[in-house]
């Protein structure tokens, strides 16, 4: 199994972010509804796999459902679709590069957000209460108790639980870019994304999926969502660009004479 070495990776993740802030607007928007749409999906399996488990499991149960849910990860990265949590590393890193503007990154960061937005509440809605998968039995239990536990947090535990998470969601996307082959890339991206969801950590798109999947079947409110995303989007944004994005920019990429 051929994989590159930290520098290369760091190399690739510029070039990736640069082809990202250059996609045109039209496929920008198809690949972060996509995004959106998988990662819900990844989070939909966690919830049918662990959803009724015998309670005498404990937290075996959490990670069966933690196990499968790098589903929604696998595809967009190996499928293709723009994830805002992602982004949030390769495109600063291509920022600090000279590769692109901040402006760019912003914009950027703005459309990738609504269509994954819309992505993730196409999921819920339809698969989740139109089908009915997250609204029956031990599956709504399951939902509303994920949902409720992400909204239980107050503002900074919100804010330090998304840190955690997208650092190591950024990683595996690291890990992914460090692969030569499909399977190292799941491999890459297997480990990382399963102990964020593990742990209980936050993630901005995950939570546009079960926070309106608990709305529509009436046990949550979208003013509830509203004071849920602005910490978590926050702190992803911390874990991936500050984490990730700053910290492999310092250690590989800054030319010597920037380093004295």
Not at 105 to 122: A, K, P, Q
Not at 134 to 159: C, M, R, S
Not at 222 to 236: E, M
Not at 244 to 253: E, G
């Amino acid at each position: 199994m051929s994989f590159h070495t930290p520098q290369k990776i760091a190399e690739i993740t510029v070039d990736a972010g640069e082809s990202k802030a250059k996609l045109p607007m039209a496929t920008l928007l198809v690949l972060g509804f996509l995004a959106g749409a998988f990662i819900a999906f990844g989070f939909l399996l966690d919830i049918r796999v662990s959803g009724d488990v015998p309670p005498q499991w404990g937290s075996f149960a959490s990670f069966l459902g933690a196990a499968v849910f790098p589903l929604g990860l696998i595809l967009c990265v190996l499928a293709g679709a723009e994830l805002l949590t992602g982004a949030m590393m390769s495109l600063p890193l291509a920022a600090f590069a000279g590769r692109i503007s901040f402006g760019r990154v912003m914009t950027r960061w703005i459309v990738i957000l609504v269509m994954n937005f819309i992505g993730s509440v196409f999921v819920a809605y339809f698969f989740g209460h139109v089908v009915g998968l997250t609204e029956t039995g031990p599956y709504l239990t399951k939902t509303v108790a994920v949902a409720n536990a992400k909204l239980a947090d107050h503002f900074g535990p919100a804010f330090v639980s998304a840190i955690g998470c997208n650092w190591l969601v950024c990683l595996g996307v690291w890990l992914a870019y460090g692969a030569q082959d499909f399977a190292g890339k799941i491999l890459g991206l297997w480990f990382p994304i399963m102990g964020f969801v593990a742990i209980g950590f936050q993630h901005v798109v995950a939570n546009m999926f079960v926070i309106p999947a608990a709305i529509f079947a009436g046990q949550a409110t979208w003013g509830q969502y509203f004071g849920n995303f602005v910490p978590v989007v926050l702190g992803n944004l911390v874990g991936g660009v500050l984490f990730v994005a700053v910290a492999y920019y310092l250690a590989y990429l800054r030319k010597p004479s920037q380093a004295a």
